[in-house]
Nanobody, 118 residues
Framework: QVHLVESGGGLVQPGGSLRLSCRAP???????????MSWYRQVPGKQRELVAQ???????NYADSVKDRFTISRDNSQKTVRLQMNSLKYEDTAVYYC?????????WGQGTQVTVSS
């Protein structure tokens, strides 16, 4: 079982920035570095969508809608993955979920609300 704890959501104006964090406090370091870590988001009535994903060596993928605005990073020593979100838009409003893929299984955090509103 992988326990993920998210933080950093909130209310921000369009054009603003937020940083989300996701810790895996119970993970063993030697295992954590193998996790594929991702951020997803979901709005009511829609499917959960992949926002960004980062692999053990630090290479990352992004949804087209967030490229050049969002940056995913990981600090393996802190067992933490972060999502820096800049130039936020109304359509970025969603519940953001951290996910860890571990030996083919997906684990999820509790979700954190991001609201972009003036």
């Amino acid at each position: 079982q992988v326990h993920l704890v998210e933080s950093g959501g909130g209310l921000v104006q369009p054009g603003g920035s937020l940083r989300l964090s996701c810790r895996a406090p119970r993970a063993i370091f030697s295992e954590y570095i193998q996790y594929i870590m991702s951020w997803y988001r979901q709005v009511p009535g829609k499917q959960r969508e992949l926002v960004a994903q980062i692999f053990s060596r630090g290479n990352a993928n992004y949804a087209d809608s967030v490229k050049d605005r969002f940056t995913i990073s990981r600090d393996n020593s802190q067992k933490t993955v972060r999502l820096q979100m800049n130039s936020l838009k109304y359509e970025d409003t969603a519940v953001y979920y951290c996910s860890a893929k571990v030996r083919g299984e997906d684990y999820w955090g509790q979700g954190t609300q991001v609201t972009v509103s003036s």
